[in-house]
């Protein structure tokens, strides 16, 4: 990661100089925020949202999340522990089982049964404290923090390990759902589920364009736009999924996150409080057939705005500009778009993860006789059969040395490294670029890289293919940080996330996560 930052001088416009410790402290985390759509959308952006943001306090043009593509889940534990994955515990929200054969979730805990949901999920897989965890640990347990999010993992991974409560909309039936790990369902969260619940609300609901479809020419540049209806009928079973991901979503969870400011009295009991906000400006993936969801993604960014001016503008009548510190940031997580029609040349082909393990499986029955010794191939990670390896007498390091070499004769293989060369001392950038994004015991025995152009299929959670289209992404991932005293200032180029958590600890004057990797931004 880059840790090189230059910092324009701060301009005279500053907001009022601390006197006493801040009273609240608001995260809210944006999933796939992306700075250039950002700063092309800005013109017909509210001035209370983004633009409020950019004219007061820090503003971080581009948080370097490291070299590996990242998820939300991932993204946002770093950024709240200021730790990279190799240490946090969170390389992506979904690994591997071994033992099941299947794509599971990394938050995940039965051991915990859900409120208002059959979903269990707990914050045990975070190895290290959260910003949220710090929060609590202030004053021996005195300030409350509270975490609300569209998404399950994304609402633990805010809340930490020590919240008071978390929340997420239900993939089955919409309510808002928490653990029985968090021991708070604060009253406004019932009587939503009790009396005004998303089910009997949704099919009233529809996404359509904010303004003139005319008015949408800018994501990206060029092109027709197409008008746009997204109904979420009572026939449709994928319907509380399809509205998590459209615009509408981020409207349910700051309405949700409202009622907790108030209704918790965050920032007015004479303690540090804290309230994260899990917000979402990715694409609508529910779009059938060929359609263009450009106009979807750009009216995402406009009623993101105004849900954002809303927080801003609820947070300043709570608790006042003067008494509380707000961060808003990407979780440097980036779609990589679509693969380009074949009509325009551009060298590409198709990794098919299934064909792969088909292949390294025959030519290992042909070495060391016949079995099952390819398990499975996921997120471009082939999986080795260990218990027969172990039945054989083989040599694990020898097998894998043995796949990774054939894996990089394949076509649209651009290198293979054994889960060995990835944690032992890795000399080259690429190596360790991987090592700190990799968790040995989940990780697979070898890692593929495939050519850019190239679009990798594989199997997902939901037993469909999935298509993934390779590209370098060259989006950035913004951050912005207003507190009192802060003067407006930019910091540009790349800086690496894990000094955000280390720099909003001390503007709150509290210890920094315990296993923050990088210093404060001065």
């Not at 930490?160 to 759902?177: L, P, Q």
């Not at 994928?238 to 400011?261: G, H």
């Not at 990780?443 to 997902?460: F, N, Q, Y």
Request: charged share 20%.
């Amino acid at each position: 990661m880059l840790v090189a930052t230059c910092v324009i001088a701060p301009s005279p416009k500053a907001q009022p100089s601390p006197t006493v410790r801040p009273q609240l402290v608001v995260g809210i985390v944006i999933d796939q925020l992306d700075g250039e759509t950002l700063e092309l959308l800005l013109p017909q952006m509210s001035n209370g949202g983004f633009k409020q943001l950019m004219q007061i306090g820090l503003v971080i043009e581009d948080a370097d999340y490291g070299r590996e593509q990242t998820d939300a889940v991932a993204g946002t534990a770093m950024l709240m522990t200021g730790a990279e994955p190799r240490i946090n515990g969170i390389a992506r929200g979904t690994y591997f089982d071994r033992e099941k054969l299947v794509e599971s979730l990394t938050l995940s805990d039965t051991r915990y049964m859900g409120n208002f949901t059959s979903e269990s999920y707990s914050p045990a897989a975070i190895r290290v404290s959260t910003l949220a965890d710090e929060v609590r640990i202030l004053n021996n347990g005195m300030g409350r923090v509270c975490a609300v999010a569209a998404d399950a993992q994304m609402s633990v991974v805010l809340g930490g390990h020590a919240a008071n409560s978390t929340f997420w909309i239900s993939d089955s039936d919409g309510k808002w759902a928490g653990s029985t790990y968090y021991k708070e369902t604060p009253q406004c969260v019932q009587n939503r589920n009790y009396r005004s619940p998303l089910s009997s609300r949704l099919d009233t609901m529809s996404w359509e364009p904010l303004l003139p479809i005319a008015a949408y020419t800018e994501v990206p540049k060029g092109g027709k736009f197409y008008g746009f209806k997204h109904s979420f009928g009572k026939n449709d079973p994928n319907r509380y999924r399809a509205f998590k991901q459209s615009a509408l979503s981020n409207r349910e969870v700051t309405d949700v996150a409202l009622e907790l400011l108030s209704s918790q009295n965050l920032g007015r009991r004479g303690e540090l409080d804290m309230l994260c906000v899990g917000l979402s400006a990715s694409a609508y993936k529910q779009a059938t057939g060929e359609e263009d969801t450009r106009a979807e993604l750009h009216d995402k960014y406009l009623r993101l705005d105004r849900d954002l001016e809303r927080l801003l503008n609820a947070i300043d009548k709570s608790v006042g500009a003067g008494k509380a510190v707000i961060f808003v940031a990407s979780d440097g997580s980036h779609t990589s778009g679509e693969a380009p029609a074949a009509s325009f040349g551009i060298p590409s082909g198709e990794f098919r993860a299934d064909r792969a393990t088909s292949l390294l499986n025959m030519y290992l029955i042909a070495i060391h006789g016949n079995g099952n010794w390819v398990l499975g191939c996921y997120n471009r990670e082939v999986f080795l059969n260990h218990k027969l390896i172990k039945e054989r007498n083989v040599n694990l390091s020898e097998i894998r040395k043995e796949s990774a070499d054939f894996l990089r004769k394949m076509s649209g293989v651009m290198a293979a490294y054994t889960i060995d060369e990835i944690i032992s001392n890795p000399v080259n950038e690429d190596l360790q670029s991987l090592y700190s994004a990799t968790l040995a015991e989940y990780a697979g025995d070898v890692t593929v890289r495939v050519m850019p152009g190239w679009t990798v299929s594989e199997t997902g959670r939901d037993a469909r293919e999935q298509k993934t289209y390779v590209r370098s992404v060259s989006a950035t991932s913004p951050v912005f940080i207003m507190a009192p005293g802060l003067s407006h200032s930019k910091v540009t180029g790349r800086t690496d996330v894990r000094r955000i958590a280390p720099t909003i600890s001390r503007l709150l004057r509290i210890a920094t996560p315990n296993a923050s990797q990088g210093a404060s931004l001065k």
